[in-house]
């Protein structure tokens, strides 16, 4: 068991502020994944804590279609998708544990709520966004900064469709750390060419965005 039961008394308190489903899509292949029995565990623990939550199980190798279909290329992956089942980009690569569950808590709360708590006129400039974007925000379980980071960019994908945001745990993937030049996390990469260091006000971060897309058309 991965949550006690007192901290399974304090997530059904978080988690009644749900109006709506969510549903969680886990990528697996328990032979070869170094974590994925683990993130199993704490994703079927957490769905039993709330009836808006399902878990689907899907076999990395066996259902590569949906793989494909949600953009998972390495495993363990988390997607969450709305009640609708629509993918909104929202993915986590690696296990969750840590200070990490807490960015899984704040967007399954995003979803089941439809609520970014992001302030109007920034959702409104996030959502003129007409470019194919990528952020991929590199993190390890005992970064306390790196939540803002993770939850930044899922906010990011939740409000425009052509924006995707991906956790990757930096010591799962050391090959993609170590291509990305991971020194410290959280560090997020934007369509390979632009970098965030620390976990940076969402403002900022719209601004390193714009200047990813601005490094492609010149």
Do not use: W
């Amino acid at each position: 068991m991965y949550l006690d039961e007192k901290l399974k008394t304090e997530l059904q308190k978080q988690l009644s502020v749900l109006t709506k489903n969510v549903k969680i899509v886990f990528f697996t292949q328990e032979l070869e994944c170094q974590f994925c029995k683990e993130t199993r565990s704490i994703l079927s623990e957490l769905t039993e804590v709330s009836d808006k939550l399902s878990l689907e199980v899907k076999n990395f190798v066996i259902d590569k279609s949906d793989a494909e279909k949600y953009g998972v290329d390495k495993i363990p992956a988390t997607v969450l998708l709305d009640e609708n089942g629509k993918d909104y980009g929202i993915k986590f690569f690696g296990i969750p544990s840590g200070y990490e569950f807490a960015s899984l808590l704040e967007d399954i709360k995003m979803l089941g709520t439809g609520s970014t708590g992001l302030p109007a006129d920034l959702e409104n400039d996030i959502k003129k966004i007409d470019q194919e974007i990528h952020m991929q925000v590199f993190v390890t379980p005992t970064c306390p900064y790196c939540p803002q980071a993770v939850v930044t960019a899922h906010k990011f994908s939740y409000l425009n469709d052509k924006i995707k945001g991906d956790m990757v745990e930096a010591t799962e993937f050391p090959h993609l750390s170590n291509k990305y030049n991971v020194r410290g996390v959280p560090r997020t990469v934007i369509n390979e060419n632009t970098f965030i260091e620390g976990a940076a006000p969402e403002q900022m971060v719209l601004d390193k965005v714009k200047e990813a897309l601005n490094s492609v058309t010149v």
